[in-house]
């Protein structure tokens, strides 16, 4: 496609359900990442995929938080026993290829919200 | 770990300049980035800095200085389009090339 694809673009859940969201990166893209924006806060990296790598997982707030990524495609990000605090913004990124520094492209993200 | 700091609000009048800093502390620096985001929409990019000194484009300039761990976005002539918030994020080998954020800057044009 010819943008970072991401769906759903809001989720209602309540307490306690699953919830899993969908990133289609630009085509060709390499490296992507999940972030996550609170309110009037800035990004909060999550978890990184670079091409074969293992992902770097290191900004999962918590084992409830998981994410894949099928080859160079398609990602989801499974957020199991929703909690109200994980209500925000879900955005989803990618680059040709993040060890040259490549910039950044942003989905519209997923607005999630948890009642 | 990376961190990155830059102020939460500044505000500016049309048609004037303002100075966005952004202090940061990573091993193995490996790029400095900044990006724009309207309110309710994805970030987009700005700009790239890699080596030391000042990239221009347009009514946009972004400085660095490895040395002090240190850049500032300069932002002229402005606009009321320009109120949105402006994200300074960092990457390093350290971190193995991931491009972590600093909490962004809201900046506020008013007429």
């Known amino acids: 496609g010819a943008g970072v694809s991401q769906s759903p673009s809001n989720k209602v859940t309540e307490k306690g359900k699953d919830v899993e969201l969908r990133c289609d990166p630009i085509?060709?893209?390499?490296?992507l990442y999940w972030y996550r924006q609170r309110l009037g806060q800035g990004l909060e990296f999550l978890i990184y995929f670079q091409g074969n790598s293992a992902p770097d997982k290191s900004g999962l707030p918590s084992d409830r938080f998981s994410a894949e990524r099928t080859g160079e495609s398609v990602s989801t990000l499974t957020i199991q026993r929703t909690q109200q605090e994980d209500s925000a913004v879900y955005l989803c990124a990618s680059s040709q290829d993040s060890s040259l520094n490549e910039k950044l492209f942003f989905g519209s993200g997923t607005q999630l919200s948890v009642l | 770990g990376q961190n990155i700091d830059q102020p939460t609000e500044m505000t500016a009048t049309e048609g004037a300049i303002v100075q966005i800093n952004c202090t940061y502390q990573t091993s193995g620096f490996n790029g400095l980035f900044w990006y724009q985001q309207h309110a309710g929409e994805a970030p987009t990019f700005l700009s790239y800095n890699v080596l030391d000194g000042l990239e221009e484009k347009g009514r946009f300039s972004s400085f660095l200085s490895r040395s002090k761990g240190y850049s500032y976005l300069l932002l002229k002539e402005l606009q009321m389009k320009d109120s949105a918030s402006y994200l300074c994020a960092v990457t390093s080998k350290a971190a193995g090339n991931k491009l972590t954020f600093g909490g962004g800057t809201r900046v506020l044009v008013k007429p």
């Open positions: 085509s060709g893209h390499t490296a």
